[in-house]
């Protein structure tokens, strides 16, 4: 158990729709990140919060967003859901967050099926 | 961007038998290098990592070499176990902004 805890373990919703990923740390860390997972992009990260505050920023569509409130949990919306957008989403946690070099321990991922 | 090539797609070994999987890098400024190993249904879990200032680190049965310059590294594995069959990915961090490039990873599998 990697200590970091994601709800819910699945989705199923339909295109258009919007819906939020939640994702809580390891006790300690600061940094959270967010990665999306498909068999044909393979894992690809997405976006990292420290303490609140963006931190950087990668391959992440304009109809997606995240933030990470004060009690350091982080939620990643995606909008306007697209077939496409089919994946299982990974949230990891560091303890620091000046870069990417922190060792990194992922949660067990949301599974987001698009119909 | 930094861009991670991973080789095999596939590796089989016989139990008890040494696995290598072999990653290359396209940034010279990547500096930490982490493995990460995923069985079905889980989330990525961080078996070993090396910084750019150490050409090798071990770990029991687990080691990972680092060449710069060559801008390679490799997992190594010995006495594979049974319980070593899961899909294997390595991963590079550029520097700045950017965040974890993994590679498309390795599923190893331990013949019995």
């Known amino acids: 158990d990697s200590g970091v805890t994601q709800t819910p373990k699945h989705l199923i919703t339909a295109t258009g729709q919007r819906v939020t990923l939640r994702c809580s740390p390891r006790s300690g860390d600061l940094s959270v990140y967010w990665y999306q997972q498909s068999l044909d992009q393979g894992l690809q990260f997405l976006i990292q919060?420290?303490?609140?505050?963006?931190?950087a920023k990668g391959n992440i569509l304009e109809r997606f967003s995240a933030q990470q409130f004060p009690d350091l949990h982080s939620e990643l919306n995606l909008s306007s859901l697209e077939l496409g957008d089919s994946a299982l989403y990974f949230c990891?946690?560091?303890?620091?967050?000046?870069?990417?070099?922190?060792?990194?321990?992922f949660g067990d991922g949301t599974r987001l099926s698009i119909l | 961007g930094e861009n991670v090539e991973q080789h095999p797609s596939t590796l089989s070994v016989q139990e008890g038998d040494s696995a290598v999987i072999k990653c290359t890098y396209s940034?010279?400024?990547?500096?930490?290098f982490p493995w990460y190993k995923q069985e079905l249904g889980k989330g990525p879990q961080l078996i070993i990592d090396i910084r750019s200032n150490v050409g090798e680190k071990k770990d029991q049965r687990i080691a990972v070499t680092l060449n710069k310059t060559a801008k390679h590294f490799s997992l190594h594995i010995t006495e594979t176990q049974p319980e070593d069959s899961a899909v294997y990915f390595c991963a590079a961090y550029g520097g700045g902004a950017d965040g974890l490039t993994f590679g498309k990873g390795t599923h190893l599998i331990i013949q019995p």
């Open positions: 990891a946690s560091s303890v620091g967050g000046q870069g990417n070099d922190q060792p990194q321990h």
């Open positions: 940034d010279s400024a990547s500096n930490y």
């Open positions: 919060y420290y303490n609140g505050e963006e931190r």
